[in-house]
Nanobody
Framework: QVQLVESGGGSVQAGGSLRLSCAASAYTYNSRCMAWFRQAPGKEREGVAL?????????FYADSVKGRFTISQDNAKNTVYLQMNSLKPEDTAMYYCAAKFVGGCTWRPEYNYWGQGTQVTVSS
């Protein structure tokens, strides 16, 4: 099966930046959608950013991160990135990379493959 490995998480001060990476064992251009989800303690997993490989590679962002986060993809490296700027304490969560090979992008956590997660902690 496809393996996804996240990296780049860590602890930063509010207002700081991090870039998360998701390395895939398969060609990411074969996926229908790549996504970043996050889950904070006591909360359900929520979609953060999505990027479609069809239809012009449209991107989608949760309202809470619009203007601060950017999702991108480097097919040559089979890697998806999440650039996170102006981080807030509310962004603290475990961040997961996900891939979907059937259908299109969705905000629901209905993806075929998931990474193990990388922790992001933002202090005030």
């Amino acid at each position: 099966q496809v393996q996804l490995v996240e990296s780049g998480g860590g602890s930063v001060q509010a207002g700081g930046s991090l870039r998360l990476s998701c390395a895939a064992s398969a060609y990411t251009y074969n996926s229908r959608c790549m996504a970043w989800f996050r889950q904070a303690p006591g909360k359900e997993r929520e979609g953060v950013a999505l990027i479609a490989n069809g239809g012009g590679g449209n991107t989608f962002y949760a309202d809470s991160v619009k203007g601060r986060f950017t999702i991108s993809q480097d097919n040559a490296k089979n890697t998806v990135y999440l650039q996170m700027n102006s981080l807030k304490p509310e962004d603290t969560a475990m961040y997961y990379c996900a891939a979907k090979f059937v259908g299109g992008c969705t905000w629901r956590p209905e993806y075929n493959y998931w990474g193990q997660g990388t922790q992001v902690t933002v202090s005030s």
